[in-house]
């Protein structure tokens, strides 16, 4: 005959049992897989939405802001996010200074109590200049007294985190 004691235990592991399915059933629904500086992010529920990503560091090798590069939907264009700390000054955009080219601009579209967030649409051509991963590669904003602030960005992996978000739409 089973003892309250008894019972209790055989709770105790069926609720062990059940935490630890339902914490694999989760981690089957996030995966993260790195490319050199960059990751892929895609999470399996309720559709598959995945995105790569960056952190930037600022000189005391803190994070400071990041890059994401993704879509909303299948069909959708492939967006440039960048987010970074308050005290911005928006109307000078965040700004990616590249190798061969003019600086690619986002437009700041909206600030939260923890960060800012800028965007803008990715075409084939400036795709094709991110994933020549140019060394030297900045981000650039102004803070609110208007001093520029340069982050070093690394683009070492992007071909390879770009190829592999393609082929998980």
């Not at 690619?104 to 923890?114: A, G, H, M, V």
């Amino acid at each position: 005959m089973a003892t309250y004691g008894d019972w209790l235990v055989r709770c105790a592991v069926l609720a062990s049992v059940a935490l630890l399915l339902a914490g694999a059933a989760q981690a089957q629904e996030r995966t993260v897989a790195t490319y050199g500086d960059w990751s892929v992010r895609c999470e399996n529920a309720p559709s598959r939405n995945c995105e790569a990503g960056t952190v930037l560091t600022n000189a005391e090798n803190q994070p400071a802001a990041q890059l994401i590069v993704g879509r909303l939907n299948n069909q959708g264009p492939v967006l440039l996010l960048g987010v970074v700390p308050l005290n911005v000054h928006l109307p000078a955009q965040l700004r990616l200074a590249l190798q061969g080219g003019a600086p690619l601009s986002l437009s700041f579209q909206r600030c939260t109590p923890q960060a800012c967030f800028a965007a803008t649409e990715l075409d084939d051509a400036t795709l094709g200049r991110l994933r020549a991963e140019p060394a030297g590669s900045r981000m650039l904003l102004q803070d609110t007294a208007r001093r520029e602030i340069g982050l070093a960005l690394s683009l070492r992996g992007f071909a390879q985190a770009q190829a592999a978000l393609t082929a998980r739409r």
